[in-house]
Nanobody, 126 residues
Framework: QVQLVESGGGLVQPGGSLRLSCAAS????????MYWHRQAPGKGLEYVSG????????YYAEAVKGRFTISRDNAKKTLYLQMNSLKSEDTAVYYCASRDDPAVLTTVQRDEYDYWGQGTQVTVSS
């Protein structure tokens, strides 16, 4: 059974940091591109970042470039998102997703991805 389980969300003050994790099971993690996407209240899905299967290529949305860092540990079957200099507009539910493709996708439509996690809430507020 395929599972993507996100963790690490929470409440943080503006300017603070959080590190999200996504633990994968039930599929060959090292074959899949991995992604972080988010959805703010009342808004649609927003692309955050993607990383190719061997971790050598990454892509970031302009809104997070320079503040967020995506990484992966294939031995641990885990995806990470280090989020620094957080802003109130980063408040959202953050989802990890996977896609069986060596190229990094730069768009987000739910049916473009093979698997999705349940999400973890990130709230940036003073």
């Amino acid at each position: 059974q395929v599972q993507l389980v996100e963790s690490g969300g929470g409440l943080v003050q503006p300017g603070g940091s959080l590190r999200l994790s996504c633990a994968a099971s039930g599929f060959t993690f090292s074959w899949y591109g991995m992604y972080w996407h988010r959805q703010a209240p009342g808004k649609g899905l927003e692309y955050v970042s993607g990383i190719n299967p061997d971790g050598t290529s990454t892509y970031y949305a302009e809104a997070v470039k320079g503040r967020f860092t995506i990484s992966r540990d294939n031995a641990k079957k885990t995806l990470y998102l280090q989020m620094n200099s957080l802003k109130s507009e980063d408040t959202a539910v953050y989802y990890c997703a996977s896609r069986d493709d060596p190229a990094v996708l730069t768009t987000v439509q739910r049916d473009e991805y093979d698997y999705w996690g349940q999400g973890t809430q990130v709230t940036v507020s003073s």
